[in-house]
C-alpha cells in the first residue's frame, strides 16, 4: 500500500475543482464559470487496489479584496508546505498570468510540482507546446502534464506520475469515503453552485449559503438553506420575478442533493441580508469560512 497527499493550486477558474472531480469521477467540489468559486478546502480521496491519493482542492489564489480573500489566500498557501506532491494548475487556452509567478514564488523547491496545464481541448498542438515553452523554466517542475477534465485526457497520465511520488504506507481512509466533507456542508454547496452559475458579474460573490434545518423522516429529509447577500438590494435579484430564480436553483439543487443522499429530499430556500459579511471575521469563523 501506497499513500499521500497532493495539493491541487493554481490561479481561480483554471480548472482545480474539475480536475479533482475527474479524478474522483463524482461530484465533490462545486464548479462555475466564475473565478472565485471555492471557498474551503475540499479533500478528494482517490483509490486502487494499492495506492491511496488524498487530492486537497483549494480556493484560488488571486489579490484579496476583503478579510474573505485574505483568509482564502492564506488557506490555499498553508496546503502547499506537508504534502507529497503539489499540482501547479494552469489554464492553457488563456496562458500565463502575473498571478501564476507569484503563486510559484512561494512554493518550496524541495517537494515535487508538477505543471498540470488543462483545458487542451481548447488547444492546437502548437499553441500548447507555445504553453509549455512559456511556463518551464519558471519553476523546477518534476514533471509537465497536459491534460483536459471536460474531455479527461491524459487524466490517467497525470495519476501515474503522482504516484511516483506517494510516500506513506497507510491508508487513511475506507474505501466508501470519496471526500472528508460534511453532508451539511456538500448541501450548501450545491446550492451556492446553482446560485454562481445563474447569477452575474459580482453576485455570487456577495452570498454564501448555510443550512439550517436538517430533519431526516423516514421517505424524505427536509432541508432549510439560508442564501445569505451582504446587502438588501440583491435580494429581490436572488428572488427573481415572481420567485423565479429561487425556483430554477431550487429545483436543480435538490436534483443532486437526492443524487448525493439517496433519498427523497423537500429544499427549503430563504433568502437573509448580513451587511457586509465577507468582512465580518464572526460570520466567517460561524459559517464554517475560517477554521480557527
Ligand atoms: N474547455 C474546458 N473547460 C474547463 C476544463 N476544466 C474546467 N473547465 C471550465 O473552467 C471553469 C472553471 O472551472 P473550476 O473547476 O471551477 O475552476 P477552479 O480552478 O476550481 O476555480 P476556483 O475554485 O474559482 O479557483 C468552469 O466553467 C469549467 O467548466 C477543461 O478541461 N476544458
Ligand atoms: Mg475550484
Redesign the pocket.
Same mark, same amino acid.
Given at each position: 500500500m501506497r499513500s499521500g497527499f497532493v495539493s491541487i493550486i493554481?490561479? /481561480?477558474?483554471?480548472?482545480?475543482?474539475?480536475?479533482l472531480?475527474c479524478i474522483i469521477n463524482n461530484h465533490v !467540489?462545486?464548479?462555475? /464559470?466564475? !473565478?472565485?468559486?471555492?471557498r474551503n478546502i475540499i479533500e478528494g480521496i482517490y483509490n486502487t487496489k494499492d495506492e491511496q491519493i488524498i487530492f486537497v #482542492?483549494? /480556493?484560488?489564489i488571486s489579490k484579496p479584496l476583503n478579510k474573505l480573500g485574505t483568509v482564502l489566500n492564506k488557506k490555499s498557501g498553508s496546503l502547499t508546505k506537508d504534502v507529497d506532491a503539489i499540482m501547479f494548475?494552469v #489554464?492553457g487556452?488563456t496562458g500565463l498570468g502575473k498571478g501564476d509567478k507569484y503563486i510559484l514564488s512561494t512554493l518550496n523547491k524541495e517537494i515535487p510540482t508538477i505543471l498540470v496545464i488543462?483545458?487542451? #481541448?481548447?488547444l492546437t498542438k502548437e499553441k500548447l507546446l507555445e504553453r509549455i515553452n512559456s511556463y518551464k523554466d519558471l519553476f523546477p517542475f518534476t514533471d509537465i502534464v497536459p491534460?483536459? !477534465?471536460?474531455?479527461k485526457e491524459n487524466i490517467d497520465t497525470l495519476l501515474n506520475v503522482l504516484k511516483k511520488y506517494l510516500q506513506d504506507n497507510v491508508k487513511y481512509f475506507s474505501d466508501d469515503i470519496i471526500t472528508t466533507s460534511s453532508k451539511y456542508f456538500q448541501v450548501s454547496e450545491l446550492v451556492r453552485e446553482k446560485l454562481f452559475n445563474y447569477l452575474e458579474e459580482e453576485i455570487p460573490h456577495s452570498l454564501t449559503c448555510l443550512v439550517t434545518n436538517y430533519e431526516e423522516e423516514q421517505d424524505i429529509i427536509n432541508i432549510e438553506v439560508d442564501i445569505v447577500v451582504d446587502r438588501k438590494s440583491l435580494k429581490k435579484i436572488i428572488i427573481g420575478k415572481n420567485g423565479s430564480m429561487l425556483k430554477k436553483v431550487g429545483t436543480e439543487a435538490r436534483l443532486d442533493i437526492e443524487k448525493l443522499l439517496n433519498k427523497k429530499v423537500y429544499l427549503g430556500l430563504y433568502v437573509k441580508v448580513v451587511e457586509n459579511w465577507r468582512d465580518k471575521e464572526n460570520f466567517l469563523k460561524n459559517s464554517g469560512l475560517i477554521d480557527e
Open positions: 493554481g490561479r /481561480p477558474n483554471v480548472g482545480k475543482s474539475s480536475i472531480n !467540489a462545486i464548479v462555475s /464559470p466564475r !473565478a472565485g468559486t471555492t #482542492d483549494t /480556493p484560488g494548475v #489554464d487556452s488543462n483545458k487542451i #481541448d481548447c491534460v483536459s !477534465a471536460k474531455t
